[in-house]
């Protein structure tokens, strides 16, 4: 079993950043790979960034120079810097670790709005 639990959302105006934290029960190397997803409401879940054991990185289109996912073995963290947010970017953003079958966290909300 694997648990993964994240961290850092809030409210924060356009332009603002914001560091998202997940905290793996296990060392994050052992999985295939990590990833964000966030779900806005009325939307369905999306993938944000995910980055794989030989840390090959994949991002969406909207998030590209303005979001970086990373990873620390040593801490058992993932981590997603946002930049630039905007609006649009609103939504529970989720962990999500890929050990043959995914583990999901409970996701944490990020606002932005003025």
């Known amino acids: 079993q694997v648990q993964l639990v994240e961290s850092g959302g809030g409210l924060v105006q356009p332009g603002e950043s914001l560091r998202l934290s997940c905290a793996a029960s296990r060392n994050v190397f052992s999985f295939n790979g990590m990833g964000w997803y966030r779900q806005a409401p009325g939307k369905q879940r999306e993938l944000v960034a995910y980055i794989t054991r030989s840390i090959t990185i994949n991002y969406a289109d909207s998030v590209k120079g303005r979001f970086t996912i990373s990873r620390d073995n040593d801490k058992n963290m993932v981590y997603l810097q946002m930049n630039n947010l905007k609006p649009e970017d609103t939504a529970v953003y989720y962990c999500?670790?890929?050990?043959?079958?995914?583990?999901w966290g409970k996701g944490t909300l990020v606002t932005v709005s003025s």
């Open positions: 999500k670790a890929d050990l043959g079958t995914d583990y």
